[in-house]
């Protein structure tokens, strides 16, 4: 069974940093691009960040370029997603998916919330 599941998610001031993680079983999850896809209340899905098999093809939102890391390690079966400099529009609730072009497994996501 494929599992996926978040955690570093939290209140945060505004300028803050998180690292979010997620953790992956049930799949060879080295044979898998992943992404980081997150949803703003009220809002759609925002796709922000995706990495390729090997961790050296990362891309970005052009909303976020520059204020995210995404890494993986393959040997740990583990997703980041380093953000820094938060702002209160980054308020979301944060999911690791599996995939890029089609995302298939999502897990359950992590809230993080940016507010003085």
């Known amino acids: 069974e494929v599992q996926l599941v978040e955690s570093g998610g939290g209140l945060v001031q505004p300028g803050g940093s998180l690292r979010l993680s997620c953790a992956a079983s049930?799949?060879?999850?080295?044979?898998?691009?992943m992404s980081w896809v997150r949803q703003a209340p009220g809002k759609g899905p925002e796709w922000v960040s995706g990495?390729?098999?090997?961790?050296?093809?990362?891309s970005y939102a052009d909303s976020v370029k520059g204020r995210l890391t995404i890494s993986r390690d393959n040997a740990k079966n583990a997703l980041y997603l380093q953000v820094i400099s938060l702002k209160p529009e980054d308020t979301a609730v944060y999911y690791c998916v599996r995939g890029r072009r089609e995302m298939d497994y999502w897990g359950i996501g992590t809230l993080v919330t940016v507010s003085a």
């Open positions: 990495i390729g098999r090997s961790g050296v093809t990362v």
């Open positions: 049930g799949f060879t999850f080295s044979n898998y691009a």
